[in-house]
């Protein structure tokens, strides 16, 4: 995830700062997605249990109704893109407005189109971090408020643990354990997944994510924000082997990975060509970036899976809705006896479905929060606060 400072981009005077930010806010038509449920007209009975969630955690106002832990009823999006593209990235002070512009006819809908009450729900699931805090604010104070008001639970969720439940939706014999590769704008992790709620981390980046490496070449190659489906697209006309990015190892840590030096190979390619006057081949450079970063994510995550012995491998977050990633791991796992869960793209990228479910599982194992509930932007997984 690329944040952007707003002071930065707009270091003219405050007012115009406010007025620039106003009428963006206001011209700018507002879209939702409202893709995939799995099931029309629900018949809901006493004994389901039906959660409303919210999603705020970055530049998507979501809301869902999940019934039952993997039923999705409905899924409302609207997302943000639009307006931090203006900026080449997210402006957290934008993206917080935004929020709480939409917040209220993203819940209103996703209820209509459940065709449930608030009278039908019975906990709220809102994402209480990691995240942007002014975002994640958003969210999770209309969570406390519909819950004081319906006097119903009130469930925080960690949004990685919604990422990696994204896989429950359309895998209903999906099971606890599993490997997760979590691949996402602000995360790259190897997440062994033990029970429902139950998180051991075994490997994870130590600089950039793999989305921000996407997202950051996109930017050098000047294909815009944001850079990751761009990158995708471009990719399928490039060659993969036209130029050989490094592949780094973390010493000791055979599950940790580094993206960094691949995102600078590609910086001192682009200078290297300008300074000799040398045409880029875009699409060829972008093909050979994203191979670079897909074997890195695909070997890890295909050994630790035989390393660990589960033999189900799950794939979640932005960068799993990655074309080029989603055929490799399907091919390695192939390969190697793995069976392999991913959540379609619109579950992939954020959305409040997932947090629904994660949401609901958390209620089954007891997990009630009370209305001091607070925003925790760098929220450990598996850490419960
Ligand atoms: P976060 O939750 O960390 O904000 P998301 O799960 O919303 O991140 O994913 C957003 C990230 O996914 C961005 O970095 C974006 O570039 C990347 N992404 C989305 N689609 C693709 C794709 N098709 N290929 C590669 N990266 C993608
Ligand atoms: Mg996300």
């Not at 960068?319 to 392999?340: D, F, G, M, T």
């Amino acid at each position: 995830m690329e944040i952007q400072n707003q002071t930065n981009q707009n270091s003219d005077s405050n007012n115009q700062n406010s007025n620039n930010t106003n009428a963006i806010l206001t011209n700018t038509s507002d879209t939702y997605s409202r893709s995939k449920c799995n099931v029309q007209n629900p018949d809901l009975s006493d004994n389901d249990i039906v959660i409303l969630a919210i999603e705020t955690s970055c530049d998507e106002t979501a809301a869902a109704v999940i019934q039952n832990g993997r039923t999705v009823l409905s899924n409302v999006i609207s997302s943000q893109i639009a307006m931090h593209t203006l900026y080449g990235g997210v402006v957290p002070e934008i993206a917080s407005r935004k929020h709480m512009e939409q917040i209220n006819q993203v819940i209103e809908m996703a209820l209509s189109e459940a065709e449930v009450t608030l009278d039908d729900i019975t906990a709220i699931g809102v994402t209480y971090g990691p995240g942007l805090v002014g975002a994640l604010l958003v969210g999770v104070a209309e969570a406390k408020a519909i819950a004081y008001a319906k006097n119903i639970p009130l469930v925080g969720v960690h949004h990685i643990e919604g990422h990696i439940s994204a896989n429950y939706i359309e895998n209903p014999d999906l099971e606890p354990p599993f490997m997760a590769l979590v691949v996402s704008g602000g995360h790259t992790h190897l997440v062994l997944v033990k029970e429902y709620g139950e998180y051991e981390i075994i490997g994870r980046t130590r600089d950039d994510a793999a989305g921000e490496a996407f997202d950051k070449v996109a930017r050098a190659v000047g294909l815009g924000y944001p850079g990751g489906p761009k990158i995708d697209k471009l990719a399928k006309e490039g060659n993969l082997h036209a130029i050989e990015f490094p592949r780094a190892q973390v010493d000791g840590f055979p599950y940790d990975f580094s993206f960094s030096g691949i995102k600078s190979s590609v910086l001192n390619y682009i200078n290297t060509c300008e300074m000799k006057n040398i045409e880029i081949n875009k699409a060829d450079l972008v093909a050979s970036f994203q191979n670079a970063v897909i074997d890195a994510l695909v070997s890890r995550a295909i050994s630790a899976t035989k390393e660990y012995g589960i033999g189900k491998l799950a794939i979640a977050g932005g960068v799993a809705s990655n074309s080029a990633l989603r055929l490799s791991i399907k091919e390695q796992c192939e390969a190697n006896q793995i069976q392999l869960f991913s959540p379609s793209p619109i579950f992939c990228t954020d959305n409040a479905a997932m947090i629904g479910v994660a949401a609901y599982y958390e209620y089954m194992n007891g997990t009630r929060h009370g209305l001091d509930l607070n925003a925790v932007p760098n929220l450990k997984l598996g850490q419960r606060v």
